[in-house]
T-cell receptor, first 113, second 118 residues
């Protein structure tokens, strides 16, 4: 069974500052993928970043980086230099061996000008 | 990039009617598609896995007779909400797994369909 936990229902960050969104997971699969998606009010799911369970280095994609601590089963998303357009819901997801995605409850990020 | 479309984007129907939602992969073939349901301000919940040419597999607690899934081709999966009731009102999102691809970006999401049952 897979489980994703996001403990921050809402977060505020000042524009241009960095913010960390927490994600912990639990899985019995020996290999798995961890994803972060952004969902603006329009509803579309926008892929942000991916981390494979066997990747040695933390993933980075532009202003997004993933702080992957396998022993602690955490995969926190770090957004640097926040922009007003970053305001949205953010979901962490784990991909099982059968390619199924299981999502966390999400974090609503509000970027303040 | 890979594009997945959903039709309709929004539908309002009367209680008791059936509603069909289409999910298409526009520029790639998808042997597997997934259907999710999302309540307001909630997470996406996986409903079922749709496999081309075979029966869909449903997650625990999802009524297969209520939510009919047909994956007739490598680019099209449909979700039919039968005898819809107000509690079926939700945001339905599909995703498609390319026939060939690496692990990253494995699933491509559609823009979603908002169903409102009166």
């Amino acid at each position: 069974a897979q489980k994703i936990t996001q403990t921050q229902p809402g977060m505020f960050v000042q524009e241009k500052e960095a913010v960390t969104l927490d994600c912990t997971y639990d899985t019995s699969d020996p290999s798995y993928g961890l994803f972060w998606y952004k969902q603006p009010s329009s509803g579309e799911m926008i892929f942000l970043i991916y981390q494979g369970s066997y990747d040695q280095q933390n993933a980075t994609e532009g202003r997004y980086s993933l702080n992957f601590q396998k022993a602690r089963k955490s995969a926190n998303l770090v957004i640097s230099a926040s922009q007003l357009g970053d305001s949205a819901m953010y979901f962490c997801a784990i991909q099982s061996d059968f390619n199924k995605f299981y999502f966390g409850s999400g974090t609503k990020l509000n970027v303040k000008p | 990039g890979a594009v997945v479309s959903q039709h309709p984007s929004r539908v309002i129907c009367k209680s008791g009617t059936s509603v069909k939602i289409e999910c298409r992969s526009l520029d790639f073939q998808a042997t597997t598609m997934f259907w999710y349901r999302q309540f307001p301000k909630k997470s996406l919940m996986l409903m079922a896995t749709s496999n081309e040419g075979s029966k869909a597999t449903y997650e625990q607690g999802v009524e297969k007779d209520k939510f009919l899934i047909n994956h007739a081709s490598l680019t099209l999966s449909t979700l039919t909400v039968t005898s819809a009731h107000p509690e079926d009102s939700s945001f339905y999102i599909c995703s498609a797994l390319p026939r060939q691809g690496n692990l990253r970006d494995t699933q491509y999401f559609g823009p979603g369909t908002r169903l409102t049952v009166l």
